[in-house]
Antibody, heavy 119, light 107 residues
């Protein structure tokens, strides 16, 4: 079964850029959309955006001006960059997999990365 | 954006109870609906997709149903390990959106 493993900096100062990477192990990289989702402490889930294997992206309009999702097909990895972070961006960030044809979510998410924004 | 409203926000059933959670979309989503279970400090786990299809490995006491704007997740006989928060998610249109969650605490 596909496993997602993610990593990135966990502590940022306001105005810095959040950068996370998610690696895909044990399965095909094509035929899926690769998603980022976040969850502020004690709150609900928010979809950030997604990318497919050829680089096509969809972003949440609420974050679109600050978000970039990139794909590295050679490494079966995709990444999230969120610029100009504030305390409101403090959250656990998850990567996840969605079937491109059906749009059905599929399989386990990444283990999550807590990103804290604090001066 | 499609708004997802879950009800109730919390409930305290007993072991063995039949539990039904509801999720309502602000517009029709053609069964593009998933349910997740999240335990404290853990990663959300996919239970159901396409409104009624059980993810591999999920116990058969979980079932999903619904169409149009109204969807339900049913736990036929609640077990102690089902204590968790449950979220619905629509993937009919961008941006994908989640409900606010229903917290199930075993009495």
């Amino acid at each position: 079964q596909v496993q997602l493993q993610q990593w990135g900096a966990g502590l940022l100062k306001p105005s810095e850029t959040l950068s996370l990477t998610c690696a895909v192990y044990g399965g095909s990289f094509s035929g899926y959309y690769w998603n980022w989702i976040r969850q502020p402490p004690g709150k609900g889930l928010e979809w950030i955006g997604e990318i497919n294997h050829s680089g096509g992206t969809n972003y949440n309009p609420s974050l679109k001006s600050r978000v970039t999702i990139l794909v590295d097909r050679s490494k079966n990895q995709f990444s999230l960059k969120l610029s100009s972070v504030t305390a409101a961006d403090t959250a656990v960030y998850y990567c996840a997999k969605v079937e491109a044809q059906t749009r059905n979510p599929h399989g386990p998410w990444g283990q999550g990365t807590l990103v804290t924004v604090s001066s | 954006d499609i708004q997802m409203t879950q009800s109730p926000t919390s409930l305290s059933p007993s072991v063995g109870d039949r539990v039904t959670l509801t999720c309502r979309a602000s517009q029709g989503i053609s069964k593009s609906l998933a349910w997740y279970q999240q335990k404290p400090g853990k990663v959300p786990k996919l239970l159901v997709y396409a409104a009624s299809r059980l993810e591999t490995g999920v116990p058969s006491r979980f079932s999903g149903s619904g169409s149009g704007t109204d969807y339900t997740l049913t736990i036929s006989s609640l077990q102690p390990e089902d204590s968790a928060t449950y979220y619905c998610q629509q993937y009919y249109s961008i941006p994908l959106t989640f409900g606010g969650g229903t917290k199930v605490e075993i009495k």
